[in-house]
Nanobody, 123 residues
Framework: QVQLVESGGELVQAGDSLRLSCAAS????????MAWFRQAPGKEREFVAA????????YLANSVKGRFTISRDNAKNAVYLQMNSLKPEDTAVYYC????????????????WGQGTQVTVSS
């Protein structure tokens, strides 16, 4: 299984932008569907965005469409989440995940997870 490490989370103000990165190692990165999930305190883990192994078919949750963008660089074994127009409700721990299935939003389809990076959006 590929190992994943997220970075880029921090405290920002509403309306700000932030870019999260996820570095992969220990596997054949370009065969995986990659995704971002998030989990706020007291809430279940929530799908945010996913992208296919070739970088196509980006799939975004309705709550972030028009504000977030997912991309990947297979040469760097990395996936990114560009977050614009951040809102306080975007506050959560953001997790990177890898799946050997086609693009999916189901957490159970993802066999590898990072440790998470905290994003806090103040109002």
């Amino acid at each position: 299984q590929v190992q994943l490490v997220e970075s880029g989370g921090e405290l920002v103000q509403a309306g700000d932008s932030l870019r999260l990165s996820c570095a992969a190692s220990g596997g054949t990165f370009n065969i995986y569907t990659m995704a971002w999930f998030r989990q706020a305190p007291g809430k279940e883990r929530e799908f945010v965005a996913a992208i296919s192994w070739i970088g196509g078919s980006p799939y975004l949750a309705n709550s972030v469409k028009g504000r977030f963008t997912i991309s990947r660089d297979n040469a760097k074994n990395a996936v990114y989440l560009q977050m614009n127009s951040l809102k306080p409700e975007d506050t959560a721990v953001y997790y990177c995940a890898a799946s050997k299935t086609a693009v999916t939003a189901t957490p159970a389809d993802f066999g590898s997870w990072g440790q998470g990076t905290q994003v806090t959006v103040s109002s």
